[in-house]
Structure formats: structure tokens, C-alpha cells
């Protein structure tokens, strides 16, 4: 051990979260319900994470792909298909599925039962677009192809092009 190290004072912690069942930030996108559970705030950016509930029949977003951000997706119940490239994966409770950048990816639920699933951003970097396009259904309208791909935009993230 050092010297600096046997003299210097104990450091701070941060500040543990902890947010409970009924706790974290409520965006609604259609008939999909999300709960943020970390925006970000409590992990310098490095981290968010939030719970999906997937309505039955519920379409995801147009295949995109983030250039600055990994994102993953655990199934907790029901089924999740996922669309990479041109390759469909059914995701029942207990999988795990991790789209690292530059991967084309999109979700839905396919089944007549909902779907819930964890997804994590590291970094935070997308959880604002989640809040942006909230906004855009929270004013009674349903958000354009041109919207979505905008707002995408604004967070490093595309529309995945050419893919059947």
C-alpha cells in the first residue's frame, strides 16, 4: 500500500437507487407500456434501463440500427420475436438477446398474450427518444415513418435499409 493511500480520507459514495414496483418514469407508446427504471441519472450515463409491456398483436419500431449504443433485451414472460437482418428469433421468459452496434434489429409481439421484457442502453444515450416520441402520442397523434426516423436521428440511430 502506498503512502498516499494509507493518508487519504474515505471517498463519498454515490447515492444507491432503488426504485420500487410502483416506482420509475411511465412513457406509454401506444400499446407499448414503459417503465424506466434508470435513466441514466444514477450510473453517469453509462446505463439505463427500462421494463417493456408489449400488448398482444403489438408491432415494434422499423428496423434500425444505433451506431453509439448497445442495447439489450431479457424476456421475463410471454414472447418476443426479434428481426435481425432476415433472421426472426421467438424469445420466451428467461432469454436474453444483445444487439451491439450497427446491428439492424427490430421486436414485436406476435401472440395473443402480452409480453414483458428488461431492456438495458449502455450508454443512456436513447431513453430521451423514448420521451420524445411520447410526447408525439401524448399530443393525439400517431407518429410518422419521417417522425420516427427523426427523432431517431437525434440519438444516433437509423432505419435499417434494404432488408426484407
Known sequence: MTEKAKTSEPQACPAVSVVGPGDGETIVLGTTRMRVLEDGSHT??????????????TQGPPQHRHAQHDEGFYVLSGTVRFTVGNEDHDATAGTLVMVPPGTPHTFANPTDRPAVMLSTFTPDLYVQYFRDLQAVFAEGRQPTRQADIDAMSRYATEPATGLT
Open 44 to 57: 453517469g450515463h453509462r446505463l439505463a434501463i427500462a421494463e417493456s409491456v408489449l400488448a398482444p398483436h
